[in-house]
């Protein structure tokens, strides 16, 4: 790409780098200022004097003589056991993401290998399944939970999920396996496997990259869920974010902003972690399948 | 693939969407016709030798409580809650037209009626937001793609951060900031020399904090799908159009556009449908006195645990779901005809 020929005149690429640049502060600043200013006090990050008080912790050097404080952090982990959640959160996302996985890809195969008419149907109807907003079917189904007396239980929560995840999920593992080419499994059928055998050792080695991504967006739905987590689970079983928005109850009557700041870091940091790994598959996964489609 | 086979394949998928999609919505469609129970009153009379008799109503807790646990549902109501004050209000609408105010003040009074004001706000929310976010994620694909290779992971991670991490998260964060006390609202303050500007404190304000979030959110998924089908454009097409001497500004048009245009369809249909549904950012901002959506209705209603709740969340929810249907029938519609086409 570097020829003469592909070369930008002069003020297109600064313009072009100028854009960049000002969408990378926009993206990226606030969550660069939450988690410098979670290290601070209260004083400090909601400053009436001057943003800098922020910057240079004037206050937290007041109050706890250093300029850098965990007593945010203290507070959520410790005192408000949002440690609880944190498990809670891994349990339910981890298991999400398995089982949508595991559903989906056999779905999504079995639909991109048939040339019956019916396959249509299944992925239109899926696709306004995808269309309900959480919060409608979630009133859908208190009422019957209670009578059955399975409310409030992780188990529940995780198969709630991974069933608003399948229409997504089905999407795009079928738009990933629909460009796998045929012969690949069908040399494996003529060679004698069941459809199963061709599925395990011709088509999952191959399936990764689709995987991986379809992977990230079922992580993402397990793991940043609200409607869903927030209705559906007691106080103890809660996951991150309805802890969190529980939090902000009682901000107002205690006034422990620092607390949720912290936690707000403590739950946005294992994203980060997750797509500075994963930002190359995801792009590769999306190019493969999904954009193909 | 015969039936058989598919079946087995599937069958798991399918029934998780039917027990866990399928039946709620009937399941809500139902309690949506049903209304709590009224209290049981029971009628006694103490007579007093000389005072005579005096007539007493009292609730009777036990019988109100085993009718209430023989028939979770309520008694049957028909469309009742569909019609009152807090859903569809007819006879409150019927009211305002029949006072023949002038064209505002209709609108006015109109919008001053719960449902329609989420309506209102959750319609304008996805109807703005889906085509701002896209155009600004195509505008931020394309000026990515030009990016030296060296530096694109890190700014394609960077970019991918609005969109990864939890909007209740990415909504505080905001809210946060632009707080009175956080950096952007007392830089605002500055620069307006307005100590008293806000950004909660007027509805316009709130409306437009809450669509710039929304942009803000949605752009990135908008830029990772354009970017990502930015790589599958052809490059003899590029090059033959190079050749016939199309300036760039045409070669986005007549090239890249049409090759993304497939995703853009994609694109919109997931963003309407996720924006339909905006829920956090309400939550997040503190936002319900000047904007709530449908969903921050059902959410609210659901959380008054109360069975009389139950009923109003499962008709806003009917609503919703009309509605839903109604915005996306035309983008489905041609999804599913190019997906005929290449079947």
Known sequence: ???????????????????????????????????????????????????????????????????????????????????????????????????????????????????????????????????????????????????????????????????????????????????????????????????????????????????????????????????????????????????????????????????AVAAVVSATAPLFILIMFFQRQLVAGLTAGAVKG | MPHRTFLAFILPSILAMLLFIATPIVSFAVQSLYIEHDKILVVSETCQPLGGCVKETRVDSEATAKLRHDHPLGKFNGFGIYQDHNHLAFADIGNIFAGNFGFYETVARIYDLPFYRALVFTLTYALTVTPLAMCLGFVIALAVNAVPKLLKGPVIFFSLLPMVVTPLIGSLVVYWMINADGILGAALQHITHNPNLSLKASPTMTWITLICYGVWINAPFSFIVFYSGLQTVPSDTMESAMIDGASRLQRVRFVVLPTLMPLAVFVTLVQLMDNFRVLEPIIGFNAAANATSLSYSIYTALNNQSAQMFSSAAATSVLTITGVIILLTPVLIKTAREFGFRT
């Open chain 1, 1 to 259: 790409m570097s020829s003469v020929a592909h070369r930008r005149p002069l003020s297109l690429a600064i313009m072009s780098t100028a854009f960049v640049l000002l969408w990378l502060v926009l993206a990226a600043f606030p969550y660069i200022w939450t988690v410098w200013g979670s290290f601070k006090v209260e004083a400090d990050f909601f400053s009436r004097e001057t943003w800098q008080n922020a910057l240079f912790g004037v206050k937290t050097v007041q109050q706890t003589g250093v300029p850098f404080t965990g007593g945010g952090y203290y507070g959520a982990w410790v005192e408000s056991q949002f440690w609880r959640s944190v498990i809670n959160t891994a349990i339910v996302a981890l298991c999400v993401t398995t089982i949508s996985l595991t559903l989906g890809t056999l779905g999504g195969y079995a639909l991109s290998r048939t040339v019956h008419r019916y396959k249509f149907w299944i992925l239109i109807v899926a696709l306004v399944f995808r269309a309900m907003p959480d919060i409608t079917l979630v009133s859908g189904y208190l009422l019957p939970f209670f009578q059955l007396n399975i409310w409030g239980y992780l188990p529940t929560t995780i198969i709630v999920l991974v069933a608003l995840n399948q229409p997504f999920t089905l999407w795009m593992l079928y738009s990933f396996f629909v460009n796998i080419p045929k012969e690949l499994d069908e040399s494996a059928l003529v060679d004698g496997c069941s459809r199963f055998q061709a599925f395990r050792l011709a088509v999952m080695p191959v399936m990764w990259p689709g995987v991986i991504t379809t992977g990230l967006f079922s992580f993402l739905l397990g793991y940043n869920d609200f409607a869903v987590t927030s209705m559906l689970l007691t106080q103890e079983n809660q996951t991150m974010i309805p802890k969190i928005s529980s939090f902000l109850f009682k901000i107002q009557s205690e006034g422990h902003v620092m607390y």
